[in-house]
């Protein structure tokens, strides 16, 4: 995943993310725009939008971090 898409699907996530999203919605929702995106490369920009809008919009950078946390601790115990 190149830089650009990287930040499409970061946008994305700060577009769509909800306190009361699950995991899996979120995922689906972000699929919607980035059909392509693999379940680690949504995790990566959910990461990625937490460092570049923590300052901006506290809500939903800490809804994000609690998704990629979950996201990275899942993939680990695969």
Do not use: C, W, Y
């Amino acid at each position: 995943m190149d830089a650009t898409e990287l930040q499409a699907i970061s946008d994305t996530l700060m577009r769509i993310v909800t306190p009361d999203m699950t995991p899996k919605q979120l995922i689906k929702a972000a699929r919607k725009e980035h059909p392509n995106a693999s379940k680690r490369d949504i995790a990566r920009a959910a990461f990625f939008s937490i460092i570049a809008n923590a300052d901006q919009d506290h809500g939903k950078a800490k809804n994000l971090q609690a998704f990629a946390i979950a996201e990275r601790t899942q993939n680990g115990a695969e």
